[in-house]
């Protein structure tokens, strides 16, 4: 089949960190204990690809830097099953800390180790917590400086830590004054004159299947790829548990016991594929059809 006629996939990811990376327990003292925490990332990586080959999918796995470092073996199970490893950043630091310099070196450093490990491209980033904010939008240009071709960190929702209200919640190509990005931004979907956020992690979780899956299902019937993404620590109920603030506590570890059976779920009542597999058919689909298909 010639891409032309191939519909533009939805999208299925995975941020790939330790459970003691996320930002809503981030500190610098939890940071410097990393190397003594028990990794659990490539047993929990190892559940969500038993549930994606049940359907044969391949997805995109955002791989943090320092967790490809401690677990190669992982990287390229992945690459040899056919999926696609994409960058998660190295340090898990939010760019909203990070000057520009640093976030140009942890992109680099990230892209050089997970390439290093898959002698393939890295293509894709999506960054720690979305935290390409309107204060952030300077990361973009050096995205495209340092060789990636498509970001999926831009959340057009209100969130304490992240998102950016009034982006477009369409994939899109940006024009960057160092040039050309594909935006992947997670699925949202306006009810009531707000925009909420359907796509994964914590709302996964959160909203019963069923309303999840008729959210999911507006977005497709407006002809929108899906953009859907988890944690390998999400599909894992026995987890260490970590003190933190409240809020975060309520995130992390709500219906924990949940997620692989909803993934499961999920891949039985959609078809996903890669990020990477979506921003060729849109690339295609905009160079041949021209403007019009610049929303996308
Ligand atoms: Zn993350």
């Known amino acids: 089949m010639a891409i032309a006629e191939r519909a533009v996939p939805h999208c299925l990811s995975f941020d790939i960190e330790e459970h003691f990376q996320v930002s809503g327990f981030a500190s610098e003292a939890r940071r410097l204990n990393w190397d003594r925490e028990e990794s659990r990332v490539e047993r929990n990586t190892d559940r969500i690809l038993s549930v994606l080959d049940k359907r044969r999918f391949k997805a995109t796995f955002f791989v943090l830097g320092w967790v490809a470092e401690r ?58 917590s979305f935290s390409i904010t309107a204060k952030t939008q300077w990361a973009l240009p050096i995205l495209v400086e340092e060789g990636y071709l498509y970001d999926s ?113 999920l891949v039985s009542d959609f078809v996903f594929g890669p990020l990477g597999a979506a921003v060729q058919a849109l690339e295609y689909r905009l160079e041949t059809i021209g403007a019009r298909a610049s929303s996308i």
């Open 71 to 128: 677990n190669p073996g992982m990287v390229r199970r992945l690459v040899a099953e056919g999926h696609e490893v994409a960058s998660h950043g190295y340090e898990h630091e939010l760019i909203t800390m990070q000057t520009p310099d640093v976030f140009r070196e942890d992109v680099r450093k990230a892209k050089r180790i997970l390439e290093d490990l898959t002698g393939a491209a890295v293509c894709g980033y999506r960054a720690p």
């Open 153 to 265: 960190s831009v959340f057009p929702v209100v969130h304490d830590r992240y998102g950016m209200p009034g982006a477009n919640p369409q994939a899109h190509r940006l024009e960057t004054v160092s040039g050309k990005l594909w935006e992947l931004p997670p699925s949202t979907l306006k009810v009531g004159g707000v925009r909420v956020p359907v796509a994964g992690g914590g709302y996964f979780r959160l909203f019963p299947y069923p309303v999840l899956r008729w959210m999911l299902q507006r977005i497709e019937a407006e002809g929108q790829p899906l953009v859907v993404y988890l944690h390998p620590w999400e599909l894992d109920p026995t987890q260490p548990r970590m003190q933190g603030p409240l809020l975060s506590r309520f995130r992390h570890y709500l219906n924990l016991a949940k997620t692989e059976g909803r993934l499961t779920a």
